[in-house]
């Protein structure tokens, strides 16, 4: 257990609907990643968030949105959602601002089929 | 570019081998690396990093890497196969540029 909590593990939902994934970072960890895992695309990183604001950006649809509270958990927000965007959708989170340098914890992920 | 790359997207190896899964980077300075492994429906887990400090880096259950900066390679092994160690295995480089960067992942097999 990486201590990184994500919600809902899997979740199914329709062409252009709206989803909202949840993460809990290791306590402690004031950083937040999100990445993609898709079978043609494998690992991309999302978006990072460090003590609630925006640190550093992937490659990130503009249909989707995240943020960071002030009690460091994360959602991420996926609209118009196409077949595509169907992936295994992860949280990391690390103590440091930057990912240089620092271990990266992930969670189990949160399966997103799009039908 | 900055890249990881990972050589054979399934290796199998029959319980009690050894075990060599291969990794190479691409970088005019050496990034910090990882080795992390999935399984089955479960998210990654880190099985050791490579910061510099020895260039040889021992992890969890068994496995270890040696950095080459002579090779650009980061290979993992390990001494004897079991059968839990079937998974998805992920190197990972981190370069400086606010994130990791994966490659493509090796699918281990163990052979009873």
Same mark, same amino acid.
């Given at each position: ?27 402690? @960890? %004031? ?6 895992? *898709? &079978?043609?695309? #494998?690992?991309?990183? +999302? ?23 002030? @009690? %460091? ?6 609209? *118009? &959602?196409?077949? #595509?965007?169907?992936? +295994? ?27 | ?112």
């Amino acid at each position: 257990d990486s201590g990184v909590t994500q919600t809902p593990k899997h979740l199914i939902t329709a062409t252009g609907q709206r989803v909202t994934l949840r993460c809990s970072p290791r306590s402690g @960890d %004031l950083s937040v990643y999100w990445y993609q895992q *898709s &079978l043609d695309q #494998g690992l991309q990183f +999302l978006i990072q968030y460090y003590n609630g604001e925006e640190r550093a950006k992937g490659n990130i649809l503009e249909r989707f949105s995240a943020q960071q509270f002030p @009690d %460091l958990h994360s959602e991420l927000n996926l609209s *118009s &959602l196409e077949l #595509g965007d169907s992936a +295994l959708y992860f949280c990391a989170s690390s103590v440091g601002e930057t990912a240089t340098g620092n271990t990266i914890y992930f969670g189990e992920g949160s399966w997103l089929t799009v039908v | 570019a900055q890249s990881v790359t990972q050589l054979g997207s399934h290796v199998s190896v029959s319980e009690g081998a050894l075990v060599l899964l291969r990794c190479n980077y691409s970088s005019s300075v050496p990034p910090y690396l990882f080795w992390y492994v999935q399984y089955p429906n479960q998210g990654l887990q880190l099985l050791l990093k490579y910061t510099s400090a020895a260039t040889l880096v021992k992890g969890i259950n068994d496995f270890e890497a040696e950095f080459k900066k002579s090779e650009t390679s980061f290979h993992l092994t390990k001494p004897s196969a079991h059968m839990s160690d079937a998974a998805e295995y992920f190197c990972a480089g981190d370069f400086g540029n606010e994130k990791l960067t994966f490659g493509t992942g090796t699918r281990l097999t163990i052979i009873p």
